[in-house]
T-cell receptor
Framework: DQQVKQNSPSLSVQEGRISILNCDYT??????FLWYKKYPAEGPTFLIS?????DKNEDGRFTVFLNKSAKHLSLHIVPSQPGDSAVYFC??????????FGKGTRLSVIA | ETGVTQSPTHLIKTRGQQVTLRCSSQ?????VSWYQQALGQGPQFIFQ???????GRGNFPPRFSGLQFPNYSSELNVNALELDDSALYLC????????????FGPGTRLTVL
């Protein structure tokens, strides 16, 4: 039973356009949400996070939006660059419980 | 500052064998967590070690065990390997036990034949 769902296994976006990656979770007790980026042959790298007391967090080209009532978060990348091509994982947790990851979305940014 | 390193990079074993994977944590980090990432899945938490003691465990059988050493490096041991144990095993270190401060290594790809 998946607690974290990333329903799009892959996404292709043209360079310069916006990439939107989505993530849904089932447990309203989760209160901290993270996005990781993973290149082949490398470990996941932390990208951006948001706590449940906020609905938006921005860091340069990356913005995470949280909709607690819908149990949904999204990652926006604007503008998308070829170097953003990677697998993106959504991860959630509460308190000091372990991270629960989604299956990931493979983003391809086409030049 | 040296990041998280893991060895070996790749490993092939046969069913029933035992395997030991190693992880060196990032300088200044006293906590290590291990994850299993099966093909097409996200990383799944196995367990965490803090100051040489297990500090939380996911839904994995006892044949998955670990150690942490005084220098905070860690080992993951898997006994009686099964075909489904084939996966990428990721180690993550952190300066505290909080799960939102982890830095991942590149992983060890284990294939069980």
């Amino acid at each position: 039973d998946q607690q974290v769902k990333q329903n799009s296994p892959s996404l292709s976006v043209q360079e310069g356009r916006i990439s939107i990656l989505n993530c849904d979770y089932t447990n309203s007790m989760f209160d901290y949400f993270l996005w990781y980026k993973k290149y082949p042959a490398e470990g996941p790298t932390f990208l951006i996070s948001i706590s449940s007391i906020k609905d938006k967090n921005e860091d340069g080209r990356f913005t995470v939006f949280l909709n607690k009532s819908a149990k949904h978060l999204s990652l926006h990348i604007v503008p998308s660059q070829p170097g953003d091509s990677a697998v993106y994982f959504c991860a959630v947790h509460s308190g000091n419980t372990p991270l629960v990851f989604g299956k990931g979305t493979r983003l391809s940014v086409i030049a | 500052e040296t990041g998280v390193t893991q060895s070996p990079t790749h490993l092939i074993k046969t069913r029933g064998q035992q395997v030991t994977l190693r992880c060196s944590s990032q300088s200044g980090h006293n906590t290590v967590s291990w994850y299993q990432q099966a093909l097409g899945q996200g990383p799944q938490f196995i367990f965490q070690y803090y100051r040489e003691e297990e500090n939380g465990r996911g839904n994995f059988p006892p044949r998955f065990s670990g150690l942490q050493f005084p220098n905070y490096s860690s080992e993951l041991n898997v006994n009686a390997l099964e075909l489904d144990d084939s996966a990428l095993y990721l180690c993550a270190s952190s300066p505290t036990t909080h799960h939102n401060e982890q830095f991942f290594g590149p992983g060890t790809r284990l294939t069980v034949l």
